[in-house]
Structures are given as structure tokens and as C-alpha cells.
């Protein structure tokens, strides 16, 4: 068919609008998620590498949701959200604010916010550990250096600390674009294949598996067709992405 299936899929519908609402939520799935994880991830990999007590102890239990399978993340925080039972909302009721208690993935305002939060919480130990691991690596003189010329802790953070963090910045940002883009598993448990409710948490992964696993004639066809530009998007936007980085390294230095 050559380029045929590519044209249906960007131009004709249901497939254009379909894409194009997905390639929006992977957007903001991708947006929410690394500003959540991974300024978290920053700020908890700050305090434990300033931490002498625990700092073993900590850095394993922030870990810990990274190990579990993503199914097991998502049918677990089925049951805490779940609006009649969960123990989240049983909380906000104990404590006298059950005017926040809702059904968190029961409406398209919360739905996809919820699993980008869900999603930040099982990731956020693997940037953690990158960001500690990238801190030990800068040399104690650098920041005895700093604070003789009395930069407060903050300046020492800002001017010395963070700009030597940008290797590993980096891999986590490439990292966090190329997983988030290719969420499934996680949106799949806790939404369904149809990105419900109402297909606000639909993502361009669900549209994939309703695509090429669908009954129609051209399941095969679509589905390959949105599977490599999946792949081209991705690919592409990556290697622009470390060819920039890789540039402002190289200015930096």
C-alpha cells in the first residue's frame, strides 16, 4: 500500500482525531511526569546526599516502587483510589475534608493527573539514585571552595552543584521522554484500553493496542503504520535531544 496507511492515518478519521487527542495526552503525561518525578527525585537526592543517618535505609525504601511490577503498582493504587473502599479517600473523610474525597479515576478532570502522580511515585527512585550517584561524583573541593568564598547552601546548589549535574540531567530527561511516550501497562490497568473515562487517558500506546489488536480489516495495516511513526517520533525527537545537550556540554565546558 505503500504511504497509503500513513495518509489514512494523519488525514482521513476516525484515525486523525483519535491520534491526534492521544499525541496530546502522551504530551502532558510526559510534561506532568518530569516535573513531578523528577524535581522530587532532585530535591529527595539533595537532602539524602547531605544526610549521615539513614541514608542507606532511605534510599531503599524510595527505591522499593521502582522493583514492583507496574501491573502490581497499578492494581494496587486501584484499590487505594478506588471511590467507595479505597483507603485515600477514607482518609480525606477521617480527617474532615471529604469535600476532596472523589472519584479520582472516575472523571476525565482527575483521571489522567492521577496516573501521571501514580506513575511519578513507582519512577521516582531510579532518577533519585542517578541524581545521588551523580553528587558523589563531584569533587568536596569544589564546594569547600564555594562556601570559603561564602555562597550560602542554596548558591552552593545553584552554582556548582546543579550545573555538574548535567550528565545525568540529561540521561533522565532522554530516559523519562522515551517511557513516558511508550506508557501502556500502567494507563491499561488502571483506565482500560480505551483511555476511559471518556478517553481522557487515552495515550498513543492504548490507540496502538486497539489498532493493531482490533477486529477490523485494517488492523494489521494501521497498527503498523502508527507503530513506526511511534518509533520515527521517538527516535527523532531523542537524537535531537542528546545532539543539543551533547552541544551545550560542550559549551559548558
Known amino acids: 500500500a505503500g504511504f497509503d496507511n500513513f495518509v489514512r492515518l494523519f488525514s ?3 484515525w486523525r482525531g483519535t491520534l491526534w487527542d492521544a499525541f496530546r495526552h502522551n504530551l502532558l503525561f510526559f510534561a506532568g511526569t518530569m516535573l513531578v ?8 537526592a539533595v537532602l539524602l546526599y547531605n544526610l549521615r543517618v539513614l541514608r542507606r535505609f532511605f534510599q531503599n525504601l524510595f527505591f522499593v516502587p521502582h522493583l514492583l511490577a507496574t501491573v502490581l503498582v497499578g492494581f494496587l493504587w486501584n484499590l487505594i483510589l478506588n471511590p467507595l473502599f479505597g483507603p ?9 475534608l471529604g469535600a476532596l474525597a472523589q472519584p479520582w479515576l472516575g472523571q476525565p478532570e482527575t483521571a489522567l493527573p492521577t496516573i501521571i502522580a ?4 513507582a519512577w521516582l527512585g531510579f532518577p533519585m539514585m542517578l541524581f545521588l550517584a551523580n553528587l558523589g561524583s563531584i569533587p568536596p573541593s569544589y564546594l569547600e571552595a564555594a562556601r570559603l568564598d561564602g555562597a550560602s547552601g542554596f548558591q552552593v546548589f545553584r552554582h556548582v552543584q546543579l550545573p ?9 530527561s532522554v ?3 522515551i517511557g513516558n511516550f511508550n506508557a501502556f ?12 473515562p471518556g478517553g481522557a487517558t487515552d495515550v498513543m500506546g492504548t490507540f496502538f493496542y486497539r489498532t493493531a ?6 488492523a494489521v495495516s494501521m497498527g503498523s503504520a502508527l507503530a513506526v511513526s511511534m518509533f520515527g517520533f521517538i527516535a527523532l525527537v531523542s537524537l535531537v535531544f542528546l545532539r543539543l545537550a551533547r552541544r551545550g556540554q560542550m559549551t559548558y565546558d
Open 185 to 196: 501497562d500502567l494507563i491499561f490497568v488502571m483506565a482500560g484500553s480505551s483511555g476511559s
Open 88 to 96: 485515600l479517600n477514607k482518609g480525606l473523610r477521617a480527617l474532615g
Open 12 to 14: 482521513t478519521e476516525p
Open 164 to 172: 555538574l549535574l548535567r550528565p545525568s540531567l540529561v540521561i533522565v
Open 118 to 121: 501514580v506513575n511519578a511515585w
Open 175 to 177: 530516559l523519562t521522554f
Open 213 to 218: 489488536f482490533g477486529t477490523g480489516q485494517d
Open 37 to 44: 518525578q523528577n524535581t522530587v527525585a532532585l530535591l529527595f
